[in-house]
């Protein structure tokens, strides 16, 4: 006993946050120890000492027995002794070999919250917090059943993150799982703060720069991908799940698509489809056909054009670098500043940017709706990854445009399209839906078919794939 | 191993990329040329847009310029425009390319060459014929380029009454290298030109002094210009060939009370048969004006005015050709090609004396069908008041 609170202190350098308390039941000396920032001192006060004070019988199991705490675990060694006070444990040194950790934890995290960053106008408005107990039990909630399966891992040599790995047992391929439980057994590292750690760790970084995971922080779309064979990792403290394996067609998706008419959801995956390829073209294209495929304007429009570009004094890919650069550095310092200082970035972009530019003859005019309608199409993506990599490609398509002219759009589309399709993480391919075709998940790509047509979940993520066996629908 | 072929795509990328790079504010758009001939040299007006900011109205510039250039051959003649104008000439947005009266009687093949070898050339701008030298200096209302103003005009004009077609380069070599037909161009002619034309000032007035004005098609045969077509064989002409999207019949129905029918779909083929050529022409009407004490809701009277138009169109038909053969020999339709095509026998008999004697002689049998399919939102024809 005393070796372990010698050498308690020694480690800790005598934390004065840590609190050993002696008493005493029946001449039979025992230490309660805890340490008082991760505790609460309320449930050490009502539940330990009191129940404490009422025993009077000194053996282990009398105590045990006639503690009021719910929530204990018996210790045996000094590791355990450690991790579970570091976890806001207070631990009862009872004699030699002998310890009870008991559940005393101060609640630090706050409570359940509307998302900020998912904006759902129909959906539940609930999202994770930073206490993965509290996100396990959102999950589970909505997945009243055994088959919710939960793998626990502790991951970081000093932080000792709780990561739990989520799957419903009876949908998710068997070879995922295996392999996701691998990597992360694997992982050996000073620290994990977040899920993206996680997934930077298991996987080849850079080998695509679009991600292949998705970051959820509502519940309700953690429970979905669980349901399509998916699995999720939670971490503790971080209130983003991390959703694997994805393909390129679930950032099409977005929440209300499910409880829409599949018509009227067909008509926006269009409109999302149309924003992909407009975001990542326009200025590409844009350049080459205004320096080198004139011949393809229609002669009113490149007169129109012509006239707008007739006092700058930059080359085309020149004005295009700056005004993309300038609206990254816009979202850039619109991401970081505090939302009360917003307006003034506002002001400073529409009017130096857009209005001055112009006027001052560094810009054309058309230069700014094509910029406008580049970036604004990006930002009809949900997660900032994704966002963050059509950037890169339409960069590459900027230079090819301005270096080869619509030959250097289509070589850098071929180049795009070879290194996505080569792509696969955990056994999905990246451009899953359309290459390979799958016909299950075709149904919700571009085109979404009725709920009660889609009945097959993608293979490749699911040995059981059947999912639905509606009836027939109601008719009079 | 890796980085070598990053080193070569790099290099790669730098030698051979921006070879054909024109920014927008460094060339010239050349929209328009007129080539007209004078003492074996090549005079060359070009047209090349002015482009303007929308937002500097305090002083107006004229739309486009107009650079001359002269030489012995055409490419001589582009170059030196060069000279004076400060920026690269670029070719490819050439829409109309005007060649002077003067050449076409001469011999048209000259220009032939420059436009179909030049690769940044494209062959689809429309060659027309012009009556006047200095056409395109003229300052136009509305479209402001007097280039795409006469396009716009050929276009309506030809969907709208018929009486010109366009006749882009590609199509007039194709006619040119056909030894079975003959070249036909539209062509154009300035109306009071006069010293304020080519002027901005031109566009100010309501009434303005001069403007172009579309003319007839040109006949050629061979390489050299024949004459050109009144407006009714226009007509024939674009009916036979199937060049009609919209036009009209007008028809006397009684002494000087008239009928207009508006043709909605036409068709017509030529067969040639036994060493005759037939050709039928089915046509689709609407009464578009009526004059005539006509009762139009009458199944039986519909009936009889198709018959009375069907044989109206034909004589008239059958008189136009006629006329072009007489005045011209020459074999604008394709007939020759139709025979070639269809009556090979026919073709080796006929072919060695074509112009001299056969196309002259040839019997030409016209079956024309009008049908009246719509007779417009008043029934009866305009009946003396009882």
Known sequence: MNYIINRLKKETNNNENIIIRKKSILFKKIYIIYNETITSSDSISNYIIRSLNNIYIPTYNHILDRISNFKYKELTTYEDISYYLNSGFTIILFNNNKYIALETRKNLSRGITTPTTENAPRGALDSFTENIENNIGLIKRRIKSNNLWIKNYQLGKYTKTSVSLLYINSIAKKEIIDTVDKLLNKINIDGIIATGTIRNLIEKENKNNFPNTMSAEKPYTAVKYLLQGNVVILADNDPFALIMPTNINDYFISEEDDFNK???????????Y????????????????????????PTELLISIAAQRENVPFSTFVEALLMMISFDILRESDLKIPSFASSAISIVGALILGEAAVSAGIVSPIMIIVIAITSVSSLTFVEPEFINALRLYRLLFMIGGALFGMHGILLVFIYMIIKLSSYDFLGVPYLTPFSPPITANLKDSIYKAPTRKIDRRNPQLSNNIIKNKTGGPYEE | MKSKTLLLIVIILLLTGCYDHKELNKIAILTATEINKNNDEFIINAEVVNPQSPDKTTYIQAPFIIYTGKGKTISEAYRQIKLSSSRYLYPDHLSILIINEKIAKEDITEIFDFYLRNPSVRTEFNVLIGKNEDILSLTTPIDKLSSS??????????????????????????????????????????????????????????????????????????????????DDESITYNLITNNVKNSIITYECDKNKYLTAEIITSSSKIKPKNNEINIDINISTVINESNCNIELNNAKTIKQLEKELSSYLKEKTEKNINNIRKKYNSDIFGFLDEIYKHDYKTYQKVKNNWYNQEFKNIKININSQINIIGKGNIMEGNNEKN
Not at chain 1, 262 to 272: D, H, P, Y
């Open chain 2, 149 to 230: 103003s006469i396009l716009e005009s050929i276009k309506t004009n030809n969907q709208y009454q018929g009486i010109t077609n366009l006749v882009t380069l590609d199509d007039m070599s194709i006619m040119y290298l056909n030894p079975h037909k003959e070249i036909i161009l539209p062509s154009i002619k300035i109306e009071n030109d006069n010293k304020d034309s080519d002027n901005i000032k031109n566009t100010e007035d309501t009434k303005i002094d001069s403007t172009y004005k579309l003319s007839n098609l040109a006949v050629f045969k061979g390489n050299k210009l024949q004459g050109y077509l009144t």
């Open chain 1, 274 to 297: 149309l924003t992909f390829f407009i975001t990542l073209l326009t200025p590409g294209v844009y350049i080459a056909l205004t320096t080198y495929n004139q011949e393809i304007i």
């Open chain 1, 262 to 272: 599949s018509i009227n959801v067909t008509l926006t995956r269009i409109i999302r």
